[in-house]
T-cell receptor, first 120, second 113 residues
Framework: GAVVSQHPSRVICKSGTSVKIECRSL??????MFWYRQFPKQSLMLMAT?????????EQGVEKDKFLINHASLTLSTLTVTSAHPEDSSFYIC????????????????FGSGTQLSVL | GENVEQHPSTLSVQEGDSAVIKCTYS??????FPWYKQELGKRPQLIID?????GEKKDQRIAVTLNKTAKHFSLHITETQPEDSAVYFC????????????FGKGTLLTVNP
């Protein structure tokens, strides 16, 4: 399948700092990427849809000024957690949609390896 | 929007037995249903998917069935092995939703040797 790279895999930071997470599609172009948050033993909660060249679409209840998303190219989306606090500690994971190069339908999503954020 | 219910939340089977996980969805406009396997601390991996114009799909020990009328779909794993132990998520894609997937809450499958 297609490869999605996510970095860093783990971040420990002090309260009040900002953290940037990168999501890259390595061997395909992704006009749309998705950012999720996952608490231990829980499902994937969609935070926002990142569209290349335009503003991200945030799900209800997700603060856009808190979670800044930039999708400047067809292979890179970034999520910045601004002024992180302990309640932002979570597993953040991105996914990308392969727009279609013979791999199958455009609905197939491929996930990054996730970022475990711990805010002290 | 779409709502996906998944059952059971935990499932424990003996090695070699079959495992079945069921999901229901709310919006009849959903047209694509993938299943993901997630091992602890790792990324979800797509293991099988099915489109709304197909009733059943099989890939070796894994199969998925879809009942559009009842709006439910199921994952079947036969001859389970300890390495099948993981959390399994079903999802539904609502046509026209910009490819957003709605996930079920997950099923923790434990295969006992």
């Amino acid at each position: 399948g297609a490869v999605v790279s996510q970095h860093p895999s783990r971040v420990i930071c002090k309260s009040g700092t900002s953290v940037k997470i990168e999501c890259r599609s390595l061997d395909f172009q992704a006009t749309t990427m998705f950012w999720y948050r996952q608490f231990p033993k829980q499902s994937l909660m969609l935070m926002a849809t990142s569209n290349e060249g335009s503003k991200a679409t945030y799900e209800q209840g997700v603060e856009k000024d808190k979670f800044l998303i930039n999708h400047a190219s067809l292979t890179l989306s970034t999520l910045t957690v601004t002024s992180a606090h302990p309640e932002d500690s979570s597993f953040y994971i991105c996914s990308a949609r392969d727009i279609g190069t013979g791999r199958g339908s455009g609905e197939k999503l491929f996930f990054g390896s996730g970022t475990q954020l711990s805010v002290l | 929007g779409e709502n996906v219910e998944q059952h059971p939340s935990t499932l424990s089977v003996q090695e070699g037995d079959s495992a079945v996980i069921k999901c229901t969805y709310s919006d009849s406009a959903s047209n694509y249903f993938p299943w993901y396997k997630q091992e602890l601390g790792k990324r979800p991996q797509l293991i099988i998917d099915i489109r709304s114009n197909v009733g059943e799909k099989k890939d070796q020990r894994i199969a998925v069935t879809l009942n559009k009328t009842a709006k439910h779909f199921s994952l079947h794993i036969t001859e389970t092995q300890p390495e099948d132990s993981a959390v399994y998520f079903c999802a539904a894609h609502l046509y026209g939703s910009n490819y957003k997937l709605t996930f079920g809450k997950g099923t923790l499958l434990t295969v006992n040797p």
